[in-house]
């Protein structure tokens, strides 16, 4: 679909064509149709499980692996990143209109048994960001002596 953007100056007929448009593709989006929108985005997640793993996948579409920060603590594991928009300006253009810009992702989670942040891995391959969370071991039971 090519969008073709309206000037905000013009008639109040332009103006109420133009809200019309804004109020729908927030209605089917979900998302607010003006630029410059810096909330977190929620990225997508499949997870599954072995005896030994969690293999956890995320969409991150556009993102550098530089920028992904995954931070673990203990059951709990948080992925977040920010894209800085990017400037190439050739000298004679002149932008006519722009709907990417910064755009950050952040996602946590908790898991059913805690992680093993040493042993883990984390792999960014066409925007998909793969995480093997090796499950930590559960210490050897020891038998205490009655004294």
């Known amino acids: 679909m090519f969008l073709v953007p309206m000037t ?11 809200r019309m448009f804004d ?11 003006t630029t410059g929108d810096t909330s977190p ?9 072995s005896d030994t793993a969690y293999t956890v996948k995320l969409d991150m579409p556009g ?18 990143s920010e894209s800085k928009k990017e400037e190439e300006k050739k000298e004679g253009d002149r932008v006519v209109y722009r709907e990417r810009s910064v755009s950050s992702y952040s996602r946590s989670f908790t898991l059913p048994s805690e992680v093993d942040e040493g042993s883990s891995a984390a792999k960014l391959e066409n925007g998909v960001l793969t995480l093997t969370l090796n499950k930590r071991a559960a210490p050897a039971a020891r038998k205490l002596t009655v004294g």
């Open 41 to 49: 985005r929620v990225p997508a997640l499949d997870l599954s499980e």
């Open 23 to 33: 109020d729908s593709f927030e209605r089917f989006f979900g998302v607010p149709a």
């Open 63 to 80: 993102v550098a692996k530089e920028s992904i920060q995954v931070s673990v603590d203990g059951r709990r594991v948080t992925v977040q």
């Open 8 to 18: 905000r100056s013009g008639s109040d007929f332009a103006r109420s064509i133009e």
